[in-house]
Structures are given as C-alpha cells and as structure tokens.
C-alpha cells in the first residue's frame, strides 16, 4: 500500500534527490504525500509551491505541477495559483530562512488574509542550502556561519507568529514525530484557510556539525528530548514553572474558523 503511494506521487525520474544522507526533508516531504494521498486528492488538482533552498527542492521531486519559485516568494506564487483558481489544493514546501526572512512579510499576510492553502515549513534552524548561515531561528549561542560566536538575537517562534497573525490551523512537530506530523498535516490540508504546520528538522551538514551534534541520530534525539507537549508547557506556565532552556513546544496551536480567501467555489 505504502509503495503504491510512493509510486503515484513522487518523480522516480527526478532521483537521486540533492539532500544530504540523514537530512530530515525527506521524512516531512513523506509525511506530507501520506496526508495527501490519505485525503484521496488527485494529482491533477493538486500544486506543490515553494520558493528557494534546500527543503524548496521538494516539490521538484513530486508527480503534481508545481513551482519552484523565487527565495522568499513561495507564498505570493501560492496566493496567485489560489485566487486564479480556488478549486486547485494548494501545498507549498518553505524554510524557516525563506518563510521567515526574506519571506517574512509574505507569511504574516498570508495568515492575516487566512488564504486557502496548506504551509510546511522545515524548520532546520539555519540557511542550509547556501551553508550554514544564521537564520531568525538559530537559538540563541548555536553557531553558524554567521554567528561564529553564537547567535546573539532572539528566534522568531513561527507557530506563535502564525497564530497572531490570523491562521486558521497552527501546529509543531518534528521529523521524530512522523505520526503526529502527518496527522497535523492531513488537518491542514482538510481545513479552510491558511494551515501552517512547522516540522523542526534535523540538517546534519549545515547545523548539526557546527553544533555538537555531528551524528544524525544526535539531533533526532535532541528534538525527541527537547520538545514539550504544549499542554504541559501550558500548565508548566500556569504552575509558575518555567521551560526549560532550549526546549520547545510541540502539538496543536490553534484550530479555528476564520473568514478564508480562496475557498473552492
Ligand atoms: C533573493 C535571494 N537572496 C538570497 C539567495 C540565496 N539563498 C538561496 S537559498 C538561501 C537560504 C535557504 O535557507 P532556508 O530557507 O532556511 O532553507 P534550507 O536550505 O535551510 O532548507 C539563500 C539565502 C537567493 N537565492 N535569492
Ligand atoms: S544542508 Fe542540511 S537541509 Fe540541506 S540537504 Fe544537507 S542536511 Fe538537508
């Protein structure tokens, strides 16, 4: 059955892919086609979008139309595909650098305008594919290649951001939590309006050797120790208790009905 899948959805053609071996793209892209196939969308009404790096290469690698489009500019194409025709599913593929960067003003009105379509964002930490410069989601103290010393500034929290600024279904999981992410995912792609699902990801040549994380199971295992779900994070909070340092939340943000542009006719 899984096969089968495989099969329908990916370009066999387009292979080998250009990750590096143990990169966590691949899972998230999985992840992604299994929610698809599981809504029983057809290829043919359905557009992966995604702008410039290493996890934008995804939609090059599956059987729909798409668009890889410029850095940053993944959602402004996404918007364009929706509002010219409603009744395609629009999913697009984006980095925490592409989405949160150069494409930061996109994200939040993407959200504000709560567009019809489904955002994954592979949140790896850094700019992978230009190697290894910081991104607004480096942690503070980690190093990259711009941040020799560590990084200085606080991180965007993209699931929180997403919520304020008006997404109807938010959720965070990683590239352990196949299941969970999966099932975050297949919710987006069944919910009206903007759904953006953050899968924290494991990049082992741009951020895991620069940060005492050199093999790929050591930051598979750090995001499986590190991450609280976020009903205990919020009872931790109201307990007066604070989280630790460098973990992060994971679960279901928000699931909402808000006014949505882009809605099938
Ligand atoms: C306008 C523009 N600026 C910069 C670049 C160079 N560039 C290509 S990919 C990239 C960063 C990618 O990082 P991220 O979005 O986090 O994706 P990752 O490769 O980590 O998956 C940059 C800066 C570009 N292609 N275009
Ligand atoms: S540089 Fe990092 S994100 Fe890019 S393919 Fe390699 S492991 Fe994956």
Redesign the pocket.
Known sequence: MTTRVFEKWYREDRLPHIFCTGCG?GTVMNCAIKAVDMMQWEIDDTVFIS??????RAPGYISTDSLHT???RALAFATGVKMANPDLNVVVF??????S???GNHFIHACRRNIDMTVIC???M?????GG?G?P?TPVGKISTTTPYGATEPVFDLADLAVAAGASHVARWTSYHTKELTKAIETGLATEGLSFIEAMVQ?PT?YGRRNKLRQVTDQVEWMRTHAILLQKARRMEQEGKPIPEEHFTVGEFIHRQRPAMGVRR
């Open positions: 793209n702008g410039i790096g290493c996890s934008s410029t850095h940053g984006t980095g925490d650098g592409d989405l960067a150069i494409g592979m949140n790896n850094i700019y992978g594919m230009t410069q991104s989601c990049c741009a």
